[in-house]
């Protein structure tokens, strides 16, 4: 019955010249989310708002299922469009609408109650917006006995807007909220096979932020199907943030490089500090201006706050952890929620579980882990620069 979506988006501290940075990203972003929808459609900023109009046959479940992926859309209402018509034609259209979406679809619900919102942002409409209200109420309490007028919490806001055409809308279907993608710069996720990092890149680009990943391999310590399940992290991730351009290093003689010459209770931090480095390194290289990881505090003996300010220490650029304080239970659920849960957890291995201590350092020393990683002079620069000339890098969407 309807053809269109009327797109709501927090206006909220978007003014003057932001505001049109941010509408003209959120089409952007909701014109590459169509095109993995069947039908063909027509996003089109109008008169402040932006509606999404559908020129062939759709699937109303998947086109909303796309929108529900774009950062900054609030809320997703079906609307029908109608031509004016002249009023008694409207009062007919509108007592179709109710009869569709209220009456057929979910039976006729006894003592229902609706307001009529309308508002006339076109002044040569013989009515204003309080006669509408007021007669197409009456309208619809006529064709609806079942139904009743609550102005205060009504079940139904019916939504009316006066425009060249005329605009019906009831239902708001939540958007994620946010920020678009693209209206706040670019950052470096470091992209494991985990749980976390794909929920900490879904975080940081919900704040507008534009994501490039990269992801540390050991082959043949590590698979081509761990490889493979990372770039489908990436892909999942992708379905909210647009195309990621995913880094792939290889760390194998980097890391056996550690194992070599450092106290094996101390591996997983100066391999953490290793990976830092080298993400830094292609981050300032891309415009990316920080890094992002899924480290909690505490989760593993890596994550505590004292190992996390001795990874920390080698980075000049900012570093975003937005799950740093939450718990595991927390992130699983939005993992769950953006869909890659099922992918996180394929038992494939990582490349930072395999040299692993028994018994890592929880309270390294940064004085102690500087003077160990002197061992490594000599050796570690040309691997790092081996590593950087080596990467391989796909774009993943
Ligand atoms: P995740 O679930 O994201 O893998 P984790 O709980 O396994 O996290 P760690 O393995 O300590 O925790 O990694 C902490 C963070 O370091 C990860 O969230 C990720 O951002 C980054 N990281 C770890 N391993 C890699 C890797 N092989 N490649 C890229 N980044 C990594
Ligand atoms: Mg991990």
Not at 162 to 184: A, D, F, H, L
Not at 299 to 311: D, E, G, I
């Amino acid at each position: 019955m309807f053809t269109s979506f009327l797109i709501k988006y927090a206006e909220i501290g978007v003014k003057g010249k932001n505001r049109y940075l941010f509408e003209d990203a959120l089409v952007r972003q909701i014109r590459h989310v169509l095109r993995r929808c069947d039908g063909e459609f027509k996003v089109h900023k109008t008169q402040g708002r932006i509606y999404v109009d559908a020129l062939t046959d759709f699937d109303a479940d998947e086109t909303v299922e796309a929108l529900q992926t774009v950062f900054g859309i609030s809320g997703i209402c079906p609307v029908v469009v109608l031509e004016d018509q002249g009023f008694e034609q409207l009062g007919r259209d509108v007592i179709s609408y109710i009869g569709k979406v209220y009456m057929e679809n979910r039976g006729a619900q006894e003592g229902m109650s609706f307001k009529v919102v309308a508002r006339r942002a076109r002044n040569n409409y013989p009515l204003h917006s309080m006669e509408i209200n007021a007669q197409l109420g009456g309208i619809l309490l006529d064709a609806f006995p079942a139904l009743r007028v609550d102005v205060h919490e009504p079940d139904i806001y019916l939504h009316v807007e006066i425009r060249e055409k005329i605009y019906v809308y009831s239902r708001i279907i939540p958007g994620p909220g946010g920020m678009p993608v693209g209206t706040n710069g670019k950052g470096m996720l470091l992209l494991s096979g985990g749980i976390d990092s794909p929920v900490a890149g879904y975080m940081i680009a919900k704040r507008g932020v534009k994501i490039d990943a990269v992801y540390f391999h050991a082959p043949p310590y590590t698979s081509e199907r761990a490889k493979r399940k990372v770039m489908d992290l990436a892909k999942l991730v992708s379905r909210y943030t647009g195309p990621v351009y995913l880094h792939i290093i290889n760390f194998t003689d980097i890391q056996l490089a550690i194992y070599d010459k450092c106290p094996h209770d101390e591996l997983t931090i100066i391999m953490r500090r290793y990976m830092m480095r080298i993400a830094e390194q292609i981050a300032s290289e891309t415009e990316c201006l920080g890094l992002i990881t899924g480290e909690s505090i505490g989760q593993v003996a890596s994550q505590t706050m004292h190992s996390l300010a001795v990874t920390n220490e080698v980075c000049t650029l900012p570093v975003y952890r937005p799950l740093i304080g939450m718990d595991k239970q927390e992130i699983v659920e939005i993992s769950e929620k953006i869909g890659t849960y099922e992918t996180s957890i394929l038992p494939y291995e990582d490349c930072c579980t395999i040299f692993v201590a028994k018994h890592p350092v929880t309270r390294p020393n940064a004085n102690i882990i500087r003077k160990h990683e002197k061992h490594l002079e000599g050796t570690i620069e040309n691997l790092v620069e081996i590593a950087l000339q080596t990467k391989e890098t796909v774009i993943v969407q």
